[in-house]
DNA sequence: CGGGTTTGACCAGCGC
DNA sequence: GCGCTGGTCAAACCCG
């Protein structure tokens, strides 16, 4: 564990309490003169506590105390001018009222970041207990489901797919859990399947044979286009990749079009069939910005540290996905409103993309994060573009409308603007998955995942002091309108 | 020696 | 049909 250092001044050494996410927070959020750095490494599992030693001291006051022992110490060597500085009456008196003042100054800032310590605390257990009922109730889905499967014929649910709320097509899409059980849920098996058994929707309507042809059209067709729909993540790293918790093999290189920088091919070693893919590439005009690209969903257990990344992706492919829902009202602002009431847009749904993408970017603009509070900054906000950016990309609409086929052809915009927006209604409509959410980006941006090392560490650092240029499409790959 | 990386080749999709 | 580009493959290479 590394010691922060307060640089206000002020002496002595403190211990804080402190839970790592809340840590994570102070590591990212405290303005300066406050910086307190930490190692993720040795950090337990979240919910438990941790002292932290923080050396507040500045450098001009140790150097003045440094002098002021050499003096006490009777076998230094000490010259003779040193001795006239230092037994001056005045500078030890200054130095001692000095001294007075920082510690005064020092127990109010301890106040205060003990404050804030027990607010990040509160949150933190917010945060943890949402996700724990989220996961109960997903592992409890899974084990209704399971009593259940034998009683109903598999092929018939896939009809239903359509008619299945966003947000319980989330909770398909899932990152399966450490549960090894599970891994074998991710197709068949899914909380949705046993959602829709228990609605009981009418769905006999079509042959046995010919409902089992086009349910499993419609899974491949599903499976096909969660592929596509990738989730890109924006993060100001200086390392090569950014440590996500998976593990991953390079399996190809490009130089792509308009970027100097060569573009990385990844797949997820944890599964011998894991379909998620990922692009690694740096930002042509800003090459300190990392851009990482994910696609598809794992079909594997994942460890803690990989499940606040994968539960991200996972669900804003979801996101995008989720277009079949029939509302149209929901505004683009609607999801700014409802997941994130916060200014600074730090997430984009970019259709300017080949496939559908959802930018999550974590280079905020260093400002706006000094001007608003320090929780707020850590979290993600979403930016819709501007409709017509969104219905002018035809594959966009093709990948929510198959029968859209006329990729040249400006479409109207109305359906489009449908479904992005339904789309964020569909998440933002369920508080657990503005909790997961939150959680998932707390986690990658605090590094409170024990996997999440001193890359995303590094990533931590330069997060929220980093300048924003947050366009409305930031994809590499967006084509200009 | 096994696993990961590098890198040129290959293929598919798309625009002209 | 041709060329361009993105994505993937696979042999060679590297490394612990």
Redesign the pocket.
Known sequence: MDKGHLGSGGGGLLALDASPRALGFLNLLSPPPFRATMDADDLPQHGRRRSVEVDFFSDEKKKKMSRVSAAEEPDHDIKKEDLTINLLPAENKNIKKNTEEDLASMQVELGRMNEENQRLRGMLTQVTSSYQALQMHLFALMQQQQQHKAAVPPASHQLQQEAVPPARQFLDQLPVASEPSNSSTEVGGSPRRQLQEEDQSPEETLPPQAAGKAGLEQQQQQEATMRKARVSVRARSEAP?IADGC?????????????PC??????C?MANACPV?K?VQRCAEDRSILIT?Y?GTHNHPLPPAAMAMASTTSAAASMLLSGSMPSADASSNFLARTVLPCSSSMATISASA??PTVTLDLTTNGAAAAAVPPISAARPHFHVPPPQVLYNQS?FSGLQMSSSSS??VRPPPPPHMDTVSAAAAAITADPNFTMALAAAITSIIGGGASGQQHAAAGNNNTTVTSSSNNTTSNNT?SETQ
Do not use: L, S, V
């Open positions: 990749i593990q991953w093999r390079k399996y190809g290189q490009k130089m792509a079009k308009g970027n060569p573009r990385a091919y990844y797949r070693t893919r692009q690209t696609e080949p496939f594959r990729d040249h790959n």
